[in-house]
């Protein structure tokens, strides 16, 4: 299995950005996925998951400015994100949601103030 995060960058607070994920190597549409995210110095926590059934959950912290999607015919998850925060700044990652699988690369959001 190999998962490729990309869409990551440089923005300021309150701006958008959106995260692409690229799953290859697995049955992806009866997969719940995950977006998750690490910050220096800190465990690597959950932003959002989606079901197979495309049901939604959100951390706290990214409530209604974070919006997790998937395309089954792409094999992709997406993470829409609007109106960053700097303590949104962290290196990004998809899994399933029980982290099932190898990580991936990640992608550096970085949001100034």
């Known amino acids: 299995v190999q998962l490729v995060e990309s869409g990551g960058g440089l923005v300021q607070a309150g701006g958008s950005l959106r995260l692409s994920c690229a799953v290859s190597g697995t049955i992806f549409s009866i997969r719940a996925m995950a977006w998750f995210r690490q910050a220096p110095g800190n465990q690597r926590e959950l932003v959002a998951s989606i079901s197979s059934g495309d049901y939604t959950n959100y951390a706290e912290s990214v409530k209604g400015r974070f919006t997790i999607s998937r395309d089954n015919a792409k094999r992709t998850v997406y993470l829409q994100m609007n109106s960053l925060k700097p303590e949104d700044t962290a290196v990004y990652y998809c899994?399933?949601?029980?982290?099932?699988?190898?990580w991936g690369q990640g992608t550096q959001v970085t949001v100034s103030s």
């Open positions: 899994n399933t949601a029980n982290r099932g699988y190898s």
